[in-house]
């Protein structure tokens, strides 16, 4: 891929050319634009989808003004006339001009393989009309001829996974921020249901309950004196450090297969007092787990869900 020159402030914007990067993502319905624009969103790009061409460098100026902390825009290109290719060439030049980097990826894929992506969707492709799908990709690959020849990176998708498509996607354009596992450590009920969006559930109703202790019942798993009690029970350091183990095991596996979030729920019957003393403690010690560098391992969230209830 080749970045453009930098280019000096403008008397216009003052800006410079690296305060902000627009990425193109252009290429055949059914090659992975969405896929593409998925991966760049959970990297920290801010993605717009199916903008038109005229309408694209005054959404970038909004941008700016905006939220001049977004650094880094992708812009999900469709094939819409026969024009569109000169029409992204000069708006690239116009944007470079104006301060910003611009980059273009293209996603390609066989016929073969785009005919079999569509007919297990069963979706009609979107330039095919009353024509054949055969029809719709000739015609879109040749709209598209001028940006693909333009682009700074070609992406052959045919034989690509999705889970591989995001690998060379994150290669090409790095992680914004550390590459790390985004930790969500939840504590729940079990009277009130199994949360839904959990990766990982597990239990501490073997520890002993604080409700049964009467200067412990009105405090939650929070407050210091049912944090003490409840860590201090036989059992209860061994399943925080199991389970530390198991973050540790599975946190490169899920960064490898693409999977950036993982939710751990852990519960006790009304998710009061064990389950969010617990939850704290994992979520402490996971916070303060580092790399060899002293890096942060995990960007970690505490949640309690059901603290509160009656």
């Known amino acids: 891929m080749i970045d453009p020159p930098d280019a000096e402030p403008t008397a216009e914007t003052g800006r410079e050319a690296t305060d902000l990067t627009v990425l193109f993502v252009a290429g055949l319905s059914g090659a992975g634009r969405s896929t593409a624009a998925n991966v760049l969103e959970d990297d ?71 005919v079999r992506r569509f007919e297990q969707v069963r979706r009609r492709h979107p330039l095919q009309g009353r024509e054949t799908l055969v029809d719709g990709i000739a015609r879109e690959r040749a709209i598209l001829a001028p940006i693909k020849n333009s682009a700074d990176l070609v992406v052959e998708t045919s034989a690509l996974t999705a889970a591989k498509l995001r690998e060379v996607v994150e290669g090409v354009y790095p992680h914004d921020t550390d590459n790390r596992l985004s930790v969500a450590v939840q504590s729940f009920g079990f009277k009130y249901g199994l949360p839904i969006d959990s990766d990982y559930v597990a239990d501490v109703r073997f520890l002993p309950n604080p409700y049964w202790i009467a200067d412990l019942r009105a405090q939650n798993g929070r407050d210091d004196e049912v944090r003490d009690y409840v860590l201090g029970q036989d059992g209860a350091g061994r399943f925080v450090d199991l389970h530390l183990e198991i973050v540790a095991v599975v946190a490169p596996g899920y ?56």
């Open 255 to 310: 960064l490898r297969e693409g999977k950036r979030y993982m939710t751990i729920s852990i519960g006790c019957t009304g998710g009061k007092h064990r389950s969010v003393a617990i939850s704290e403690e994992v979520g402490r010690r996971l916070a303060a787990a580092t790399d060899t560098h002293g890096t942060p391992c995990y960007d970690v969230r505490v949640i309690h869900r059901d603290l509160g209830r009656e």
């Open 44 to 114: 920290g790009w801010y993605v717009a989808d199916n903008v038109p061409p005229s309408l694209i460098a005054t959404m970038v100026e909004m941008v700016r003004e905006s939220d001049p902390t977004i650094s880094r825009l992708a812009m999900v290109i469709r094939a819409s006339d026969d024009e569109i290719g000169g029409q992204l060439d000069d708006l690239r030049k116009s944007l470079e001009t104006s301060g910003a980097r611009t980059k273009l990826l293209f996603l390609d894929a066989s016929d073969h393989v785009l």
